[in-house]
Structure formats: structure tokens, C-alpha cells
């Protein structure tokens, strides 16, 4: 069963920047899924922040994000990173790591455990 592992939050200053990391084990391979990020900030619906497909070539990003956060890979170590930069404090929330067969999916198969994103203003 894909295992997915995230690191990199924490607290840091509005204007600030986080790389987040999300390792994928477990029979987990980019030919056979994508990963995408979640947030989910208290009181407030999980939301997309962006998503990657190595298979099909693609990188979204949401609009709250775009120009801010990029989304990038390591092949190799089957990692996939989230840099999040320029942070506001509205970025605040619990981001988790999915996995899945497309990034146009609603529904995703696995998910990591989640890494806290505080930004203080």
C-alpha cells in the first residue's frame, strides 16, 4: 500500500518561505500516480493547493497560490516538494499529501498524515 510521509512545516513570518516534502514508499511509482497538496485550515474546508503529474508532464497550481508556491519532483527519491513562498497568514492551515491516479480527480486514494503551516503575521 502507498505510504506517503510529509515534513517541512512550522512557523514562520508573513513574507517568509517553507519547502514541504512528501515522500511516497510502498509500490508507490510517478508512472502510476500523481501527487497533489491539500490544506485544511480549523473551521474551514479542505481545499487543493496544486498538483503534479511527472506521467503526464502537468504542474497546477490554485489560484490563492499561483505566483507564490511552486510544485516540483525528485524522481528518484520519490519525493515530491511544495516551496511556498512570499507566505501570508491566511496560508495557515494543516497541508497534506496525496496520491491518486489523476490530477483531476475529487477523491484521492492515500494520503500522508499532514504538516502544520503557521504563518504569523
Known amino acids: 500500500e502507498v505510504q506517503l510521509v510529509e515534513a517541512g512545516g512550522g512557523l514562520v513570518q508573513a513574507g517568509g518561505s517553507l519547502r514541504l516534502s512528501c515522500v511516497a514508499s510502498?509500490?508507490?511509482?510517478?508512472?502510476?500516480?500523481?501527487i497533489a497538496w491539500f490544506r485544511q485550515a480549523p473551521g474551514k474546508e479542505r481545499e487543493g493547493v496544486s498538483c503534479i503529474s511527472v506521467r503526464g508532464g502537468g504542474a497546477y497550481l490554485t489560484a490563492p497560490v499561483k505566483g507564490r508556491f511552486i510544485i516540483s519532483s525528485d524522481n528518484a527519491e520519490n519525493t515530491v516538494y511544495l516551496h511556498m513562498n512570499s507566505l501570508k497568514p491566511e496560508d495557515s492551515a494543516t497541508y497534506y499529501c496525496?496520491?491518486?491516479?489523476?490530477?483531476?480527480?475529487?477523491?484521492?486514494?492515500?494520503w500522508g498524515q499532514g504538516t502544520q503551516v503557521t504563518v504569523s503575521r
Open positions: 510502498g509500490g508507490f511509482t510517478f508512472d502510476d500516480y500523481v
Open positions: 496525496a496520491a491518486g491516479a489523476t490530477c483531476a480527480q475529487v477523491e484521492f486514494d492515500y
